[in-house]
């Protein structure tokens, strides 16, 4: 590869965002893992200090040393409500990121290289796959098909425009430039 700045950057065939997909595949989970285990503690946080707070409505303390020791075990209820919705979320999410980016790795590899149309396939199969394992209700899990095509579409469309940029068009457009060019032949 020359260092020229006018030459096209070099990429492989599966590669999205600049990482192979089993580096992909890491670091999308490991994202997802925080993000969920963040987003889980926070919620859960706030779930146990409500919870808390209904348990003992009916008999809230009425002194200082009372009140003292109601926060004292309501942070301690927080802290372990955080700690469990962590756990809870991040194994959620993380586990509904890492099917996306192993089916889009599957899908790419069936293509012969990564296109939108893997990140649709992989966003359509996981918004399939949370319909049937959290046995949403039908209009829900039209929702939820309709959220993974939109996400699929947005990382695709983001991707195909990072080959574009690199000089690599994607693979769509090259077979329809050829079919055009059949056609005026």
């Given at each position: 590869?020359?260092?020229?700045?006018?030459?096209?950057?070099?990429?492989?065939?599966?590669?999205?965002?600049?990482?192979?997909?089993?580096?992909?595949?890491?670091?999308?989970?490991?994202l997802g893992i925080t993000v969920g285990a963040l987003?889980?503690?926070?919620?859960?946080?706030?779930?146990?200090?409500?919870?808390?707070?209904?348990?003992?409505?009916?008999?809230?303390?009425?002194?200082?040393?009372?009140?003292?020791?109601?926060?004292?075990?309501?942070?301690?209820?927080?802290?372990?409500?955080?700690?469990?919705?962590?756990?809870?979320?991040?194994?959620?999410?993380?586990?509904?990121?890492?099917?996306?980016?192993?089916?889009?790795?599957?899908?790419?590899?069936?293509?012969?290289?990564?296109?939108?149309?893997?990140?649709?396939?992989?966003?359509?199969?996981?918004?399939?796959?949370?319909?049937?394992?959290a046995r949403l209700p039908r209009s829900s899990a039209?929702?939820?098909?309709?959220?993974?095509?939109?996400?699929?579409?947005?990382?695709?469309?983001?991707?195909?425009?990072?080959?574009?940029?690199?000089?690599?068009?994607?693979?769509?457009?090259?077979?329809?430039?050829?079919?055009?060019?059949?056609?005026?032949?």
């Open positions: 590869m020359s260092s020229h700045p006018s030459s096209p950057i070099q990429l492989s065939p599966y590669e999205r965002l600049r990482l192979e997909p089993d580096d992909r595949i890491a670091v999308m989970s490991l987003l889980g503690g926070f919620l859960g946080g706030q779930h146990s200090g409500r919870q808390y707070l209904a348990e003992r409505a009916h008999r809230l303390p009425n002194t200082v040393q009372g009140w003292f020791f109601y926060q004292k075990w309501k942070n301690y209820r927080v802290v372990l409500g955080a700690m469990k919705g962590s756990v809870r979320y991040g194994a959620k999410v993380g586990g509904c990121v890492l099917a996306y980016a192993l089916v889009e790795a599957a899908v790419d590899r069936a293509l012969g290289g990564a296109q939108i149309g893997g990140s649709l396939v992989a966003g359509l199969a996981t918004a399939v796959g949370v319909g049937r394992i039209g929702r939820a098909r309709l959220a993974g095509l939109g996400v699929g579409m947005l990382t695709g469309a983001t991707q195909d425009a990072v080959h574009w940029r690199a000089g690599r068009p994607p693979a769509y457009l090259v077979w329809a430039q050829q079919k055009k060019n059949e056609l005026i032949k």
